[in-house]
């Protein structure tokens, strides 16, 4: 059992910028970041494998950077030029296989989940 605790979260306005954390309590091959804004459905937004390779979402390439160090199992995402759309609940995910890239969008793929963290930009 791995368990993940995300922090970091907050208040900004738009154009500004937030990093999320979140710490594993173990080794896992897959981790990644979703998003889940009232009403709508969770969301992926980014996540990367042990060797740094990446996948994003295309409405945050460009301004959002997923990142981890592996000696402390911590993932992180900087998020710049935030917009009002990126308003959500962030949660950390992680899986031990995806079986196939294609699948990182879907939550139901991963294996653990944090508890989520609250990122809030105002206009």
């Known amino acids: 059992q791995v368990q993940l605790v995300e922090s970091g979260g907050g208040s900004v306005q738009a154009g500004g910028s937030l990093r999320v954390s979140c710490t594993a309590s173990g080794y896992i091959y897959y981790m990644g970041w979703f998003r889940q804004a009232p009403g709508k459905e969770r969301e992926g937004v980014a996540v990367?494998?042990?060797?740094?390779?990446?996948m994003y979402a295309e409405s945050v390439k460009g301004r959002f950077t997923i990142s981890r160090d592996n000696a402390k199992n911590t993932l992180y995402l900087q998020m710049n030029s935030l917009k009002p759309e990126d308003t959500a609940m962030y949660y950390c995910?992680?899986?031990?296989?995806?079986?196939?890239?294609?699948?990182?969008?879907?939550?139901?793929?991963?294996?653990?989940w944090g508890q989520g963290t609250q990122v809030t930009v105002s206009s």
């Open positions: 995910a992680a899986a031990w296989s995806l079986k196939n890239s294609d699948n990182w969008r879907r939550p139901g793929i991963y294996d653990y």
């Open positions: 990367l494998d042990h060797n740094d390779r990446t």
